[in-house]
T-cell receptor, first 115, second 113 residues
Framework: AQSVTQLDSHVSVSEGTPVLLRCNYS??????LFWYVQHPNKGLQLLLK??????LVKGINGFEAEFKKSETSFHLTKPSAHMSDAAEYFC?????????????FGKGTKLSVIP | NAGVTQTPKFQVLKTGQSMTLQCAQD?????MYWYRQDPGMGLRLIYY???????DKGEVPNGYNVSRLNKREFSLRLESAAPSQTSVYFC????????????FGQGTRLTVV
């Protein structure tokens, strides 16, 4: 069994300040973890993924996330928010290994960026 | 590359009507999925197909049926639409060796009145 908890449903930051979106997971297996972004009225786009290689993962648009097994966390960060970062972000967990196709989504965190 | 293509993009149905949502991918992926997205609920898996010829229920399968027509196409059918099925539906595919990320279509916004 696996689950994902996004700790904040809404985060608001000023442009140019750091972004932190928090995600905790639970998985019976060694998981793969992902962050997806969804801009208004758009489909989902992969930001970054962790698949048991380096624990610090860099993604697109300056985002990165760190896998911390001891804390079962996979928080998303960005040093400086841009207006175009305003979107909804989803943390996703998937069990690793062949045949492990099921993705479990968190409920999402809506990021607002204040000019 | 088209990626994952869903049709239609928008649809309004009356309660009790039926319809089929179409999805096709051109990435030679083995696995395909249907999700629904509701405010504050994230994405919930309706059905998935791990490979051609197989389908399995996800978290919220009631009221839906699916067909994996071939490796490219995976359709979702609502036999008798209900207002509770008003949602945004996303099709996705995955299966690139070594990475399990999914690629999503643009979504179908369905309203049942």
């Amino acid at each position: 069994a696996q689950s994902v908890t996004q700790l904040d449903s809404h985060v608001s930051v000023s442009e140019g300040t750091p972004v932190l979106l928090r995600c905790n997971y639970s998985s019976s297996y060694s998981p793969s973890l992902f962050w997806y972004v969804q801009h208004p009225n758009k489909g989902l786009q992969l930001l970054l993924k962790y698949t048991s290689a380096a624990t610090l993962v860099k993604g697109i648009n300056g985002f990165e996330a760190e896998f911390k097994k001891s804390e079962t966390s996979f928080h998303l960060t960005k040093p400086s928010a841009h207006m175009s970062d305003a979107a909804e972000y989803f943390c996703v967990v998937s069990p690793s290994g062949a045949g492990s196709y099921q993705l479990t989504f968190g409920k999402g965190t809506k990021l607002s960026v204040i000019p | 590359n088209a990626g994952v293509t869903q049709t239609p993009k928008f649809q309004v149905l009356k309660t009790g009507q039926s319809m089929t949502l179409q999805c096709a991918q051109d990435m030679n992926h083995n696995s395909m999925y249907w999700y629904r997205q509701d405010p504050g609920m994230g994405l919930r898996l309706i059905y998935y197909s791990a490979s051609e010829g197989t389908t399995d229920k996800g978290e919220v399968p009631n009221g839906y049926n699916v067909s994996r027509l071939n490796k490219r196409e995976f359709s979702l059918r609502l036999e008798s639409a209900a207002p509770s099925q008003t949602s945004v539906y996303f099709c996705a595919s995955s299966g690139t060796l070594g990475a399990w990320e999914a690629f999503f279509g643009q979504g179908t916004r369905l309203t049942v009145v």
